[in-house]
């Protein structure tokens, strides 16, 4: 991995850098901002949002319920205890299992999604500045096309850093 | 947040962590001392079998599961309130959601433990899972202890996962700032957490799903906790109300137990820049509405009981009322009602140390509460042969002591090894204040919380 980034002080900055970033012409999806802490109301921020963890928690919960539905019946068929009066396949109480399953992996499918779309645990070289969790907003770009270098370093500098930093 | 705001917030953070002065392994050491006590007396248990407990026909159920009831019911403190929370935005929540969710994972674990302490033959406790054995007797859906063992696990497994993710960007924080062993072991547990714009979002995307997800569970778990007396036919037990009686005494008693934890934590890891007295009173009028909420509660099942006027039901009325029981019942009523609704209903005794005494007063209550549930009724089942007394004797009350020095225990050393309050959480919540925000959608500051 390559990259040129710049450490800015603050959140408004780094979106001045971005914005220069994106007026040199780099490629969007080279843009990277990293901070220690979110920045969900600026516009650099903005661009990684589209995601389907809602559904997948929701179709990990369907998942969920057909198993618990399955696990119920087949184990109360398998073995027909007749307890309580109750009919064989109790679909009362069974209702209790199917829902706590129904939870289990929504939850489970959505820490799931979320190790794989945000690609954890890292693999590989990435791009970092320990200088982030102190507090400054890195503003990189990876992998640079060729002969872009130079545009990119002079956008970085013109949003007010004196330093630009390669890997 | 401006850098030397944010290094300053890092670094009163993370002091607890990095400095450990002689009063830390004292108290470690002193509690410690009192969970191997409990631990060995459990051991002169399972030596000497059960004789040595108060526990007889027909009171099988005695301190153990009061403290099974107790436990799980303090655990409500934790991830239902910092979910509720997170979804209404409120601001306030920022400091408070991990010293909560804590709370949660740990008393969840103790109470868990209680059904194993409960057995005579522990070391069978895998029967307890539901899974076909090899006698081809195969789980029996139908039964309450099914039931718990599949809300409890999924309550833990997502309240584990509900602490741990915000806990990751502030791994990656310890990891920046520390060298040698501790860079290592919170360089793993960083997960090798960037930052990116886009793992910001996964996060705050999976905390909300979470969130939702884990409210209903939440209350799942101490309605089927109470479907464990109400599905039996014992007086007093045998109620549709327990459910959500059992939901709301959970609650009530699990925001006690957060106002305790939060004091100490302002206390010791002088914390008073960050637990801010608006934090007690907006947890103390959340305590006193669950106050009065109990009240109405207990109300309404005594009226029925006593209106309904069934013979086995009354004998167990009449015995809490005025009976053997009714010094602990009283005791229950002034320390859930009288005093909290006095020190909390008064805007000039809704103090930190207000706070305090009322929480300490509803937890001793709550746990009367949870007694007075399961003794007498098992004492006074319907026909007057099958009657029986309960005197706990001492290896349930030093197992009982030993769980409380457990929760403390093992609140210190997470103290000790994660930031208590989450850190990026409190950086985004200063900037977030004065960012560009629909109205609606703005938290709300701290100071302005609840006007």
Request: net charge neutral.
């Given at each position: 991995m390559t990259a040129v980034y710049a450490l800015y002080p603050d959140a408004d900055s780094a979106q001045h850098a971005v914005d220069r970033l994106r007026a040199a012409g780099i490629?969007?999806?080279r843009i990277t901002v990293i901070s220690g802490e979110p920045y969900e109301e600026y516009a650099f921020a903005q661009g990684d949002r589209a995601t389907w963890m809602f559904r997948i928690a929701a179709i990990g919960g369907v998942v969920g319920l057909g198993v618990a539905t399955w696990l119920t019946t087949m184990t109360e068929r398998a073995w027909p205890l007749k307890t309580g009066n109750m009919p064989i396949v109790a679909w009362w109480p069974n209702l209790i299992v199917m829902f706590e399953l129904t939870m289990l992996f929504a939850i489970v499918s959505t820490v799931a999604t979320l190790l794989v779309t945000a690609r954890l645990p890292a693999r590989g070289p990435r791009l970092y500045d320990p200088a982030v969790t102190a507090g400054r907003v890195l503003v990189g770009v990876e992998?640079?096309?060729?002969?872009?270098t130079d545009a990119v370093e002079r956008a970085l500098l013109a949003a007010g850093v004196s330093e630009v930093r390669r890997v | 947040m401006n850098q030397p705001a944010a290094a300053r917030l890092s670094d009163d953070l993370l002091r607890p962590m990095l400095r450990t002065s002689w009063r830390f392994f004292a108290l470690v050491a002193f509690l410690a001392a009192i969970v191997l006590a409990g631990v060995g007396t459990w051991m002169y248990q399972l030596f000497?079998?059960?004789?040595?407990?108060?526990?007889?026909m027909p009171i099988y159920w005695a301190f153990y599961i009061t403290n099974f009831v107790f436990w799980i019911g303090i655990s409500h403190a934790g991830t239902l309130i910092s979910a509720i929370l997170r979804l209404v935005n409120a601001g306030w929540r920022r400091p408070v959601t991990r010293c909560a969710e804590v709370i949660t994972v740990f008393a969840l674990m103790i109470g868990a433990m209680f059904p194993i302490v409960h057995?005579?033959?522990?070391?069978?406790?895998?029967?307890?899972?539901?899974y076909p054995s090899n006698r081809q007797i195969w789980p029996n859906f139908r039964s309450p202890l099914v039931w718990d063992f599949f809300a409890i696990s999924t309550y833990l497994t997502g309240s584990v996962l509900f602490l741990l993710l915000p806990m990751i960007p502030d791994f990656a924080l310890v990891r920046d700032r520390t060298t040698g062993w501790r860079r290592r072991v919170y360089g793993a547990a960083a997960l090798g957490w960037q930052g990116t714009t886009k793992q910001w979002h996964r996060l705050e995307v999976a905390m909300q799903i979470m969130a939702i997800a884990i409210i209903p569970v939440a209350v799942s778990v101490h309605t089927i906790v109470s479907f464990d007396f109400s599905m039996a036919p014992v007086p007093m037990w045998h109620s549709t109300m327990f459910g959500p009686y059992f939901v709301a005494g959970a609650i009530f008693s699990g925001i006690a137990a957060l106002i305790v934890a939060m004091a100490a934590l302002r206390k010791f890891l002088h914390m008073e820049e960050y637990l801010h007295p608006i934090h007690f009173q907006n947890l103390g009028k959340l305590l006193l509405m669950m106050c009065l909420l109990w009240t109405y509660f207990v109300f309404a099942e005594r009226l029925t009981t006593w209106f309904g006027n069934e013979q086995g039901e009354m004998e167990v009325f009449w015995v809490t009322q005025r009976g053997a029981f009714a010094p602990l019942y009283w005791t229950m009523v002034v320390c859930n009602f009288v005093i909290p609704f006095t020190i909390l209903s008064l805007k000039k005794l809704r103090t930190i140390a207000g706070c305090v005494v009322a929480s300490f007063s509803v937890l001793i209550g709550m746990w009367l509460e949870r007694f007075l549930i399961v003794v007498p009724s098992l004492g006074h089942?319907?026909?007057?042969?099958?009657w029986g007394h309960y005197r706990p004797r001492p290896v349930e009350i030093i197992i009982t002591i030993a769980t409380f020095a457990a929760m403390t225990l093992l609140y210190t050393l997470f103290s000790k090894l994660v930031p208590i309050i989450s850190i990026w959480e409190l950086k985004a919540g200063v900037h977030s204040l004065h960012a560009v925000a629909p109205k609606e959608a703005a938290e709300r500051p701290l100071g302005q919380a609840h006007p």
């Open positions: 490629d969007e999806g992998n640079p096309a060729a002969g872009s | 000497m079998g059960f004789g040595v407990t108060g526990i007889n057995l005579g033959r522990p070391w069978l406790f895998f029967w307890l899972i539901p089942k319907y026909l007057p042969y099958s």
